[in-house]
């Protein structure tokens, strides 16, 4: 124990990130001849381990680098190396500490699967990719694992690839990002362009590039280059755009949702602190980069997505996409955290969000491997997802039924979790800087308390739906309900994440976000005054409207006095996420195979049409030219030669030795000069 402490923080990150890739290529070469997933889980605890000790001897300290030469073009060089700071060692540590109860987990909930040897080396892969991405020291490399994350998920989200939703998933996934990822790409070339390197410490350090930059009579002017102050706006766009996709903004949305597919323990760590956290950690990153034009746009698009995403999750069933749009929703609070120019409350809440978010897909796994569990047993056939084939599950699943109310609770906001003291960080601060801006801006505070209403209520629902009145498949199954609390392996790890969604893990003071240890690392400083009434009134009205609407939640799904329409035009578009599938479906999708079919068509008539006509017309060309040259010239050629073969005859004729033809000859020449003479 003594050497790790010794080893310097530089080299303890590298293992971090190392150790699980080791994982993965040890998995990939056994294949099937190690099922047990046992390398693959002591891998990621050796790197929770490397990354505390990073995270203990990084945190509040001066920011660490380290690098060596990759490549070089021309008389530029490209570095790989490692940049550990306050934000990096706590993502570095986030990620860590989710993917290991994550693993735990997924030894008893993917036992026998066919398919388990892939499952450890996507796993193993997956977590080296966004561990790698969080210490990346430059734009480019992070590139590189941004990618290598993309396709690890595309391998989780299609994990159970012979079922063809499951298909469809990975691949809509995967292409929706690779929009984010062009913007990503676009947004490296500009920066480079501008400043010459990517290198985030000579870009964003104290008294680097970006802080020597200024925009004057409409140029971005840098000590490298200068540029049309336009560009500025468009490089900030172009990486939003990218976050846009991985982080599941309004609207690159749409893939989220669908990749519920992969395993429930995958959705657990892809929606907690790795994949859709990539892009609040990108702009977190970059933040100084962004203009008040981009800001505002990070802001309202993240307001958008937060509401949206609320209401589409309000009359779901699957319990899955209920906490998939929860996700999408939780992210547009990040993304308005960093719109606001308050990036700290938005890693807070990413922070949170990761802890009480896999809770909740392990509860909802946990639920989903019951219920698949009767559903096998009793040989019915039911959708063990469904919220409507559920329903007194507290009385066979009490430990479950406990930590899914702490989870619920943390996300709702209620006091002395962590999802209070983040969510208010981000209300409170939006409240300061509308009042900053203007009364227009102040619909961003007073839709995310909306938006954080709806949220209790769509998980008040969830739960009472679930765990409360009566099991609404009892009738199918007879007298015996084979229901059990989930084994050990699986509660152990959320035992853990449940007392991660209590206040002191983060801070002391159950009511003040301020006193948050994250909150004094990062420590930004806000370009607008405290308002200490907003700190009293906001939690109030917050805490206020979560009770109301859990007790609404309480009467209308746990005592079944549900009055409205299940059938009604709102619940319609809720069920139907606002028919965007159906829109993408319609207008982009079937527009993109219409444009490919007429293009098809064009080239097949048209453009092959007339490469047709014109090869025709050489080919009628190349015919007469052939025909001239056989019978023209070669004719002329041919008449030439055997005129002067008859000549040649005639005059070898007269060459045969005999005096009375030479006599002749003489005598012809005779009479032809006489005639001449007469003539003459």
């Known amino acids: 124990m003594d050497f790790l402490l010794n080893i310097s923080p530089i080299c303890t990150a590298f293992l971090t990130v190392v150790i699980p890739l080791l994982a993965f290529l040890y998995q990939a070469i056994v294949g099937k001849k190690d099922q047990s997933g046992l390398v693959g889980t002591l891998a990621i605890i050796f790197s929770f381990v490397l990354s505390l000790l990073t995270f203990l001897d990084v945190w509040n300290a001066m920011p660490l680098s380290s690098e060596i030469t990759w490549f070089k073009i021309g008389n530029t060089t490209f570095t790989v190396g490692i940049l550990l700071n306050n934000?990096?060692?706590?993502?570095?540590?986030?990620?860590?500490?989710?993917?290991?109860?994550?693993?735990?987990?997924?030894?008893?909930?993917?036992?026998?699967?066919?398919?388990?040897?892939?499952?450890?080396?996507?796993?193993?892969?997956?977590?080296?990719?966004?561990?790698?991405?969080?210490?990346?020291?430059?734009?480019?490399?992070?590139?590189?694992?941004?990618?290598?994350?993309?396709?690890?998920?595309?391998?989780?989200?299609?994990?159970?690839?012979?079922?063809?939703?499951?298909?469809?998933?990975?691949?809509?996934?995967?292409?929706?990002?690779?929009?984010?990822?062009?913007?990503?790409?676009?947004?490296?070339?500009?920066?480079?362009?501008q400043f010459g390197t990517l290198n985030l410490v000579t870009l964003f350090g104290n008294d680097g590039l970006i802080a020597n930059t200024s925009v004057e009579n409409g140029l971005w002017i840098s000590p490298h280059n200068s540029m049309d102050a336009i560009w500025l706006t468009v490089t900030g766009i172009s990486f939003f755009l990218g976050a846009m996709a991985k982080s599941a903004q309004f609207p690159l949305h749409v893939w989220l949702p669908d990749a519920m597919e992969g395993p429930t323990s995958v959705s657990s760590l892809i929606h907690a602190a790795t994949m859709v956290a990539a892009g609040v950690f990108l702009m977190s990153t970059l933040f100084p980069l962004f203009n008040d034009t981009v800001l505002l746009i990070i802001a309202i698009i993240g307001t958008t997505t937060a509401t949206i995403a609320a209401y589409f999750a309000l009359a779901q069933y699957d319990i899955k996409k209920i906490l998939a749009f929860s996700t999408i929703s939780q992210l547009g609070y990040m993304m308005v955290g960093i719109g606001i120019g308050t990036w700290d409350a938005a890693m807070f809440h990413l922070l949170t969000h990761a802890f009480f978010k896999c809770l909740l897909f392990l509860c909802a796994g946990a639920v989903i491997h019951e219920m698949a569990h009767l559903k096998a047993h009793s040989k019915q056939d039911f959708d063990p997802q469904d919220l409507r084939n559920m329903g007194g599950l507290r009385h066979y699943m009490p430990q479950t039924f406990i930590l899914m109310t702490i989870a619920s609770l943390a996300l709702a906001g209620f006091p002395l979790t962590s999802g209070y003291l983040s969510k208010d960080s981000i209300i409170i601060s939006a409240f300061e800087w509308a009042s900053a801006k203007g009364p227009m801006f102040q619909i961003v505070p007073i839709t995310l308390i909306i938006v954080s209403i709806m949220t209790a209520f769509y998980i008040g629902r969830l739960l009472f739906k679930a765990f409360f009145s009566e099991l609404r498949i009892k009738s199918l199954l007879g007298s015996s309900v084979d229901l059990n609390e989930s084994p050990k392996l699986m509660l152990w790890p959320m035992y853990f994440l449940g007392i991660c969604c209590v206040f002191p893990l983060f801070s002391f003071n159950p009511i003040s976000y301020h006193d948050a240890w994250v909150m004094d690392g990062l420590l930004v400083q806000y370009p607008y005054e405290t308002n200490h009434t907003a700190h009293l009134v906001i939690p109030m009205i917050l805490t206020v409207g979560a009770l109301s609407v859990w007790v609404l939640a309480w009467r209308w799904y746990a005592q079944g006095q549900y009055p409205l329409h299940a059938n009604s035009l709102a619940n319609r578009i809720s069920l139907n996420q606002g028919y965007l599938n159906i829109f993408n479906e319609k207008i982009i999708v079937n527009s993109v195979l219409n444009l490919s079919k007429l293009s098809y068509w064009i080239d097949r008539h048209i453009v092959d049409g007339f490469i047709h006509i014109f090869i025709n017309f050489i080919q009628q060309i190349a015919l007469l030219s052939h025909w001239l040259d056989k019978n023209i010239v070669d004719g002329l050629v041919n008449t030439f030669g055997k005129i002067a073969l008859l000549l040649g005859n005639f005059a070898r004729s007269t060459q045969n030795g005999k005096l009375q033809t030479y006599l002749y000859s003489v005598f012809l020449l005779v009479i032809v000069g006489l005639v001449y003479l007469l003539l003459r």
């Not at 706590?90 to 993917?99: G, H």
């Open 87 to 193: 934000l990096s060692s706590l993502m570095l540590l986030l990620v860590s500490t989710i993917a290991v109860p994550v693993h735990i987990y997924s030894k008893s909930y993917m036992h026998g699967d066919a398919g388990i040897h892939r499952y450890w080396m996507y796993l193993s892969l997956f977590c080296f990719a966004m561990l790698g991405l969080v210490i990346m020291n430059n734009l480019l490399l992070m590139y590189v694992f941004w990618e290598l994350v993309g396709f690890a998920s595309y391998l989780l989200i299609g994990f159970w690839y012979t079922k063809d939703a499951a298909v469809q998933a990975n691949k809509k996934a995967f292409l929706v990002n690779r929009i984010g990822d062009l913007g990503f790409l676009i947004g490296i070339a500009i920066v480079y362009s």
